[in-house]
């Protein structure tokens, strides 16, 4: 799951296959790996993995001004953070060198199951 996210973060072409991104590719591969380094710093309280492990992040992609825009889930849809943790994903977003402004969308299509979870996440959790 999290190198699927991977690929598509840096592809830097938009999906159905538009123009590449105006950042060069090393760049682009730069601010991929930092955007993930930030939002692995950021956790679903009541769960100790970080929402990336969790497979919380959908889809992210950066545009040619430098903007990030975030889809994401929550475990519930009851959550009690899900007022804040979107602001907790742009705050992550903007940390990156080369990030001008960042937005994060709640969606729950599709429904977020465990299956999205990393192995990684799954030992944090004794789920394996």
Known sequence: MADDLTHQIADGAPEGGAKP???PQDELDRITDDLIQEL????DPEIPVDIYELGLIYKVDINDDRHVDVEMTLTAP???VA??????VEDAARKVEGVKSAKATIVFDPPW?????SDEARLALNML
């Open 21 to 23: 991104s105006a950042i």
């Open 40 to 43: 692995k710093k950021v956790y």
């Open 78 to 80: 009851a959550c009690p």
């Open 83 to 88: 007022g804040e943790m979107p602001g907790w």
């Open 113 to 117: 199951d465990p299956s999205r979870m």
